[in-house]
């Protein structure tokens, strides 16, 4: 099992398809009171540069219902805000802590990171890649279709951290992965290259025709933290990228709806598909709990199945 877990592709085919077995039996036992105590004495360190509701959360009660402690380390408090370099505390935190998980502005500073740790680590999402949600997301989308091989997912908005990992994702999965995005705001360059090379990515200039016939379409907010100050240009980059019941219909009637949340209601999707029957977006938010359990479990190597 891979020590660091900065882009998706950091796990192979075989570890993701066991993650989400076990975040799937990890679900279940937990609605059935079944404890799993297999990180005691564990600790996780939480390193936030950026705002979180479902990461910060979805980790702390992950780790505690593992039995272990999770510890939010906001960076303004830290020595890093004075000018500590991140390597150093890198250095330190990893005479402390079991495993950190960072969400940072930009990707090489996990990187930075990463490379002087001596313990696990986990991106918790930076400008290129936000892993744990779409292990999530696979998960998701493996509950509802009972496989992720040949499934068509659409991604209509913004080619920005989430989709980058999606379309990374095709490579490990076998999906089809179609995305619509206005010209200018294109996924990352290498990220598409090697999603076109290993996996299946296909893009479209008409957002209908992307959700044409698609398992699932899947969208995220139009403006990404720390996008604030674009906000007047994105908004009229993306109007007509909406995934409303209009576009719906292009797509498979079984269409799963899609959004990693927070959501900007009226602008990138509808309340109407937010809210609705084809919504999978609530459980895809508390599947960050189940799939994140399993990824902490295995990286400690202490899982090997669950049981
Ligand atoms: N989807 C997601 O990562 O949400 P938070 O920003 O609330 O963590
Ligand atoms: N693309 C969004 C995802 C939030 C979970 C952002 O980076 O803000």
Same mark, same amino acid.
């Given at each position: 099992?891979?020590? !660091?877990v900065?882009?998706?592709?950091? *796990?192979?085919?075989?570890?993701?398809?066991? &993650?989400?077995? =076990? $975040?799937?039996?990890?679900?279940?036992?937990?609605?059935r009171?079944?404890?799993?105590?297999?990180?005691?004495?564990?600790? *996780?360190?939480?390193?936030?540069?950026?705002?979180?509701?479902?990461?910060?959360i979805?980790?702390?009660? #992950?780790?505690f219902?593992?039995?272990?402690?999770?510890?939010?380390?906001?960076?303004?408090?830290?020595?890093?805000?004075? #000018?500590? +370099?991140?390597?150093?505390?890198?250095? %330190?935190?990893?005479?402390?802590?079991?495993?950190? @998980?960072?969400?940072?502005?930009?990707?090489?500073?996990?990187?930075?990171?990463?490379? $002087?740790?001596?313990?696990? %680590?986990?991106?918790?999402l930076?400008?290129?890649?936000?892993?744990?949600?779409?292990?999530a997301?696979l998960?998701?989308?493996?509950e509802?279709?009972?496989?992720?091989?040949?499934?068509?997912?659409?991604?209509?908005g913004? #080619?920005?951290?989430?989709?980058?990992? *999606?379309?990374?994702?095709s &490579?490990?999965t #076998?999906? !089809?992965?179609?995305?619509?995005?206005?010209?200018?705001?294109?996924? =990352?360059?290498?990220?598409?290259?090697?999603?076109?090379?290993e996996?299946?990515?296909?893009?479209? =200039?008409?957002?209908?025709?992307? +959700?044409?016939?698609?398992?699932? %379409?899947?969208?995220?907010?139009?403006?990404? @933290?720390?996008?604030?100050?674009?906000?007047?240009?994105?908004?009229? $980059?993306?109007?007509?990228?909406?995934?409303?019941?209009?576009?719906?219909?292009r797509?498979?009637?079984?269409?799963?709806? *899609?959004?990693?949340?927070?959501?900007?209601?009226?602008?990138?999707?509808?309340?109407e598909?937010?809210?609705?029957?084809?919504?999978?977006?609530?459980?895809?938010?508390?599947?960050?709990?189940? $799939?994140?359990?399993?990824?902490?479990v295995?990286i400690?190597?202490?899982?090997?199945?669950?049981?």
């Amino acid at each position: 099992m891979a020590m !660091n877990v900065l882009s998706i592709l950091d *796990l192979s085919s075989e570890e993701i398809s066991a &993650i989400i077995e =076990d $975040a799937i039996r990890l679900k279940e036992d937990r609605r059935r009171n079944i404890p799993h105590p297999h990180l005691r004495g564990k600790t *996780l360190g939480m390193i936030f540069e950026k705002s979180s509701t479902r990461t910060r959360i979805s980790f702390e009660v #992950g780790m505690f219902e593992l039995g272990g402690s999770a510890l939010y380390l906001n960076p303004r408090d830290m020595q890093l805000d004075r #000018g500590e +370099a991140i390597g150093d505390t890198a250095r %330190v935190l990893s005479r402390y802590l079991s495993a950190v @998980m960072i969400r940072a502005h930009t990707h090489s500073s996990i990187e930075t990171f990463s490379a $002087a740790s001596r313990i696990p %680590v986990i991106n918790g999402l930076s400008d290129r890649e936000h892993p744990c949600q779409i292990l999530a997301d696979l998960m998701t989308l493996k509950e509802c279709f009972g496989r992720l091989a040949g499934l068509n997912v659409a991604w209509i908005g913004d #080619g920005n951290n989430v989709c980058n990992s *999606l379309i990374l994702s095709s &490579i490990r999965t #076998g999906m !089809n992965v179609s995305v619509a995005v206005p010209p200018g705001y294109e996924p =990352d360059e290498a990220c598409i290259r090697r999603a076109r090379a290993e996996g299946s990515v296909r893009f479209y =200039d008409s957002p209908l025709e992307a +959700a044409e016939g698609a398992d699932a %379409v899947y969208t995220d907010t139009w403006i990404s @933290m720390g996008q604030e100050a674009e906000e007047e240009e994105r908004l009229a $980059a993306f109007s007509g990228y909406q995934v409303n019941a209009e576009l719906l219909k292009r797509a498979s009637p079984e269409c799963i709806v *899609l959004h990693c949340l927070p959501a900007h209601r009226g602008c990138e999707i509808t309340d109407e598909l937010l809210d609705g029957p084809q919504s999978a977006v609530w459980d895809q938010a508390e599947n960050r709990l189940h $799939a994140q359990k399993a990824l902490l479990v295995s990286i400690f190597g202490v899982g090997k199945k669950i049981n």
